[in-house]
């Protein structure tokens, strides 16, 4: 049987994890600093794309001198942060049929769905889908833009690879899990429950994350 979202807990569901990064200094820090690897991997892998899809790919170094303008720069970041969570909020309403919850923090921003417990499944597509959809994106970007654009593109591109390592990594997890898992996303944490018997197996995986 196909699984829904749902506003009430089922009552034979109780909590097997609980992902928390703003607690979890040590996960925190282990996941920026994938980010900062997984930056220049993205990276790398765009410009292999980059030559594929452009013949003229190589005018690229020539121009990354324009980089250096740091209001550009730090708009597009701006931008790309909104967009990623923009994503993540659409998917929730299309899942839900409700207004998503957005936050804006000093360090960080999220989209969430706190009163709506999400199958795996259809959280993984909220997970994974700005990274899918902002990577496409750059793709299409960097044939028809101008090199100083595709330039850019490639940081900004690479910037939200990096920005999703959270995301990629409750998913990557969320896949070793039953389809039957419920997830309540509260946008500072994501609390994953299953049902008592799969609870139970998984009973000595439970942490506070």
């Not at 794309?49 to 730090?74: A, T, Y």
């Not at 701006?78 to 309403?93: K, Q």
């Not at 990629?168 to 944490?189: E, M």
Request: glycine fraction near 8%; hydrophobic fraction near 60%; aromatic fraction near 14%.
């Amino acid at each position: 049987m196909k699984m829904k979202p749902a506003k009430t807990l089922p009552a034979n569901y109780q909590e097997i994890a609980r992902i928390d990064l703003k607690h979890d200094l040590k996960l925190a820090l282990i996941l920026n600093i994938l980010g900062i690897l997984i930056f220049f991997a993205a990276g790398w892998v765009f410009l292999k794309v980059i030559s594929f899809v452009r013949p003229d790919g190589g005018q690229l170094w020539g121009i990354l001198g324009g980089l250096s303008n740091l209001v550009i720069l730090l708009i597009g970041i701006v931008f790309v942060i909104l967009l990623h969570e923009v994503i993540h909020g659409i998917f929730f309403w299309i899942f839900t049929g409700s207004r998503p919850v957005f936050a804006f923090k000093f360090t960080y921003a999220y989209a969430a769905a706190p009163g709506w417990y999400l199958p795996r499944n259809q959280y993984l597509v909220v997970g994974l889908a700005p990274f899918l959809v902002i990577s496409i994106l750059a793709i299409f970007f960097f044939v028809v833009l101008p090199p100083y654009g595709v330039a850019l593109v490639l940081v900004f591109a690479s910037f939200n690879v990096a920005g999703a390592v959270g995301d990629l990594a409750i998913t990557g997890w969320l896949f070793t899990k039953s389809a039957a898992v419920l997830i309540n996303d509260r946008g500072d944490a994501a609390v994953v429950f299953a049902p008592i018997q799969a609870a139970q197996v998984d009973s000595e995986n439970i942490k506070q994350l």
